[in-house]
């Protein structure tokens, strides 16, 4: 097994949130597990929060609907469009705050900064490494500063629930 300091790189640069980490499970699984409503449900959101609700229609201009609830029971809603979908190899989304609908809201509709964005780019890469996975993260448009460190911290906790459903 990999350490965590092999297995966690990370890198935020001005409006940019990029996290590589090295999984112990082969590149379909890990892909199955972005694409797959049900498998995505089991990792999505950080220690706490579970995903009840997750739509993907897996295509470019195809839209996906997740529903985050926190261990209090508060919903967040987010949504985004494929922008490039390659399989077994990259995803390319817009990300944005969503009501319940899928209509796209500002963060402050759930209590945050009005200084993020309405749309932000995600770019997940899956790369094989005889056995395992590289996945390298980029969240662009996050500002710098205290909304940054979240969703760094957010996105840790929810790989490390990934890591835990890959076995």
């Not at 590589?20 to 990792?43: G, I, M, N």
Request: aromatic share 10%; charged share 30%.
């Amino acid at each position: 097994m990999t350490s965590r300091t092999e297995e966690v790189s990370q890198t935020r640069n001005r409006n940019e949130l990029t996290i590589v980490r090295v999984f112990d499970a082969p590149r379909e699984a890990v892909w199955k597990a972005w694409t797959d409503p049900e498998r995505a449900k089991r990792w999505w959101g950080p220690e706490g929060f579970t995903a009840p609700f997750i739509k993907i229609d897996l295509r470019v201009g195809g839209k996906y609907l997740f529903c985050m609830r926190s261990p209090d029971g508060k919903d967040y809603w987010s949504t985004g469009v494929y922008r490039e979908i390659v399989p077994l190899q990259r995803i390319v989304s817009t990300d944005s705050f969503a009501d319940e609908k899928g209509n796209v809201v500002p963060a402050s509709h759930y209590g945050m900064p009005s200084d993020l964005p309405m749309e932000m780019l995600v770019t997940v890469t899956f790369e094989e490494l005889g056995g395992k996975t590289r996945m390298t993260l980029r969240h662009v448009g996050l500002p710098a500063g205290e909304q940054s460190k979240m969703a760094e911290q957010g996105w840790n906790a929810s790989f490390d629930k990934l890591a835990k459903a890959l076995k």
